[in-house]
């Protein structure tokens, strides 16, 4: 099964680009409301641990193989 095919990876992925989204608008000024420092820093975490989780899933799957 590749990266593409794999729904659990497909929905973390889809959660990252979210977070990305969200990281970009806030950063050029397109963002719907104001972000306080804390709320950026809890969306840079999230994106960081699903790109972890989507790193990790595929070493174990990579492993199995």
Do not use: F
């Not at 804390?38 to 595929?58: F, W």
Request: overall charge negative; proline content about 3%; hydrophobic content about 40%.
């Amino acid at each position: 099964m590749t990266d593409s095919d794999d729904p659990m990876i497909n929905s973390w992925r889809s959660m990252l680009k979210l977070e990305q989204d969200a990281l970009a608008e806030i950063a050029n000024g397109t963002a719907h409301r104001p972000y306080s420092a804390e709320e950026v820093q809890r969306i840079k975490d999230q994106a960081a641990n699903l790109q972890a989780l989507i790193d990790k899933y595929q070493a174990a799957r990579d492993e199995d193989a």
